[in-house]
């Protein structure tokens, strides 16, 4: 009986190693050194940048290329910022993003796609206004360094391009001389510095 006990945690133990799960590691984005900025068409002539204070995310691979990388990443809406405090207030509103009924904005990575070198094709499901919709992200991967301290970092920069009225975010009419007031595409560039979980 002893000798199947261990005959079968053998074979469970080898399937873990075998599926990777033993082999997964975990990385959780440094705030501190990582930022999630956006910019939108303003009157037609020129651009609006912001971007978010507050925001958590965490990456899970088990390959040294990020290739099979499932990713988590959350943002606290009502830390928008465009360093216009009548703005960021009307952003926080019902006309854009309502803060108050819908806190967070959230990314759940579907796929990470190597398409060779330091570059990648991130998809996944983002939910804003409780809206969910598959996005693209281009992804530039800036390497892994070990610290003096003995963990590891990991760096990325992703970029896409929403359109903000396929979330519910219709705020925003069309000027007598043409064109939109606040434009329909927002740019979205975020910049992370992850650090390996011990």
């Given at each position: 009986m002893k000798k199947q006990v261990f005959m079968f945690q053998l074979c469970v133990v080898a399937?873990?190693?075998?599926?990777?799960i033993?082999?997964?590691?975990?990385?959780?984005?440094?705030?501190?050194?990582?930022?999630?900025?956006?910019?939108?068409?303003?009157?037609?002539?020129?651009?609006?940048?912001?971007?978010?204070?507050?925001?958590?995310?965490?990456?899970?691979?088990?390959?040294?290329n990020f290739s099979d990388a499932v990713i988590n990443f959350s943002i606290d809406v009502a830390s928008v910022n465009t360093d216009?405090?009548?703005?960021?207030?009307?952003?926080?509103?019902?006309?854009?993003?309502?803060?108050?009924?819908?806190p967070k904005i959230t990314f759940v990575g579907k796929s990470m796609k190597s398409l060779g070198g330091n570059k990648y094709k991130l998809t996944g499901d983002m939910t804003m206004r409780d809206v969910t919709k598959t996005v693209d992200f281009d992804v530039t991967y800036g390497g892994k360094i070990q610290t003096d301290q003995g963990g590891f970092k990991s760096g990325f920069k992703a970029k896409t391009t929403i359109d903000r009225t396929q979330y519910g975010v219709n705020f925003g009419g069309m000027l007598k001389a043409g064109g939109l007031a606040v434009g329909n595409?927002?740019?979205?560039?975020?910049?992370?510095?992850?650090n390996q979980a011990k």
């Open positions: 399937l873990l190693f075998s599926s990777g033993v082999a997964q590691t975990k990385w959780n984005v440094d705030r501190t050194h990582s930022n999630v900025k956006f910019s939108v068409a303003h009157m037609v002539v020129s651009e609006v940048e912001g971007n978010f204070k507050m925001f958590e995310g965490s990456l899970v691979a088990s390959k040294d216009n405090e009548s703005r960021d207030k009307h952003l926080r509103s019902d006309d854009f993003f309502n803060a108050e009924k819908f595409n927002v740019d979205i560039v975020v910049n992370v510095e992850l």
